[in-house]
């Protein structure tokens, strides 16, 4: 079992920037591919970046890639979004995964755990 929390969300202008954090419980955290997934209003959440377990892979969205940078820190139990040069359509409920295998993390159904999620607002 994985437990997931994630918090740094908020309001911030266009151009800004944001760093999400998520802190994972469990012995077993860093066997886990971890993932950024967001969900705006009416729309189906999609995949925004992720990280194998060692760290030494990660995969962003064409949308985000270049303005954002996920990274993990095994010894914390912590996986962190950078997030700069945010926009408008950078607005949606952030969630951090966990994927036991990742095999295909850009994929929503492959991870096996999510947290409660954390709202970011870019304002224009």
């Known amino acids: 079992q994985v437990l997931l929390v994630e918090s740094g969300g908020g309001l911030v202008q266009a151009g800004g920037s944001l760093r999400l954090s998520c802190a994972a419980s469990?012995?077993?955290?860093?066997?886990?591919?971890m993932g950024w997934f967001r969900q705006a209003p009416g729309k189906e959440r999609e995949f925004v970046a992720a990280i194998s377990w060692s760290g030494g892979s990660t995969y962003y969205a064409d949308a985000v890639k270049g303005r954002f940078t996920i990274s993990r820190d095994n010894a914390k139990n912590t996986v962190y979004l950078q997030m700069d040069s945010l926009k408008p359509e950078d607005t949606a409920v952030y969630y951090c995964?966990?994927?036991?295998?990742?095999?295909?993390?850009?994929?929503?159904?492959?991870?096996?755990?999510w947290g409660q999620g954390t709202q970011v607002t870019v304002s224009s």
């Open positions: 469990g012995r077993t955290f860093s066997t886990y591919a």
């Open positions: 995964s966990a994927d036991k295998f990742g095999l295909n993390p850009i994929l929503v159904r492959e991870y096996d755990y």
